[in-house]
C-alpha cells in the first residue's frame, strides 16, 4: 500500500511562499498521478492541483490564479507545490493523495483517489 508524507507547512505571513513537498518510496510514485488537496476551515476538502506520471500539471480552482505550481521528481519519489503571494485565505490543511492511474482526473473528487497522506498545515497570517 503506498504510504504518503506531506511536509513543508508551518506559518507565513500573507505575501509570502511555502513549498509543500508530498513523498514516497522512490520510483513507486511514478505509478501514479498524484493531486493536492486542502481543507480550509468552513468549507469542504476541494481540489488544488494534479500531476500525471510524466509531470504535466492540471490546476483547479485557486491554482488556476497561477500562485500555485505543481511538480514532481519521479526518482526521489516527490511531489511539490509551490505556493506564491500567499493570502489569509489559503489557510489550512494540506494533503497529498495518489491516483491508481497515470493520468489526472477531468474533475478533482475524492473517489478518484486512492491513497492519502495525513496533511499539513498551512497558517498564513501575520
Known amino acids: 500500500q503506498l504510504q504518503l508524507v506531506e511536509s513543508g507547512g508551518g506559518l507565513v505571513q500573507p505575501g509570502g511562499s511555502l513549498r509543500l513537498s508530498c513523498a514516497a518510496p522512490?520510483?513507486?510514485?511514478?505509478?501514479?498521478?498524484i493531486g493536492w488537496f486542502r481543507q480550509v476551515p468552513g468549507k469542504e476538502r476541494e481540489g488544488v492541483a494534479c500531476?500525471?506520471?510524466?509531470?504535466?500539471?492540471?490546476y483547479y480552482l485557486v491554482s488556476k490564479e497561477g500562485r500555485f505550481n505543481i511538480s514532481r521528481d519521479n526518482a526521489k519519489g516527490t511531489v511539490y507545490l509551490q505556493m506564491n503571494t500567499l493570502k489569509p485565505e489559503d489557510t489550512g490543511i494540506y494533503y497529498c493523495?495518489?491516483?491508481?492511474?497515470?493520468?489526472?482526473?477531468?474533475?478533482?473528487?475524492?473517489?478518484?483517489?486512492?491513497?492519502w497522506g495525513q496533511g499539513t498545515q498551512v497558517n498564513v497570517s501575520s
Open positions: 493523495a495518489a491516483r491508481s492511474s497515470y493520468f489526472c482526473p477531468s474533475t478533482m473528487s475524492f473517489d478518484r483517489f486512492d491513497y
Open positions: 522512490a520510483f513507486t510514485l511514478g505509478l501514479y498521478a
Open positions: 500531476t500525471n506520471d510524466k509531470n504535466s500539471p492540471t
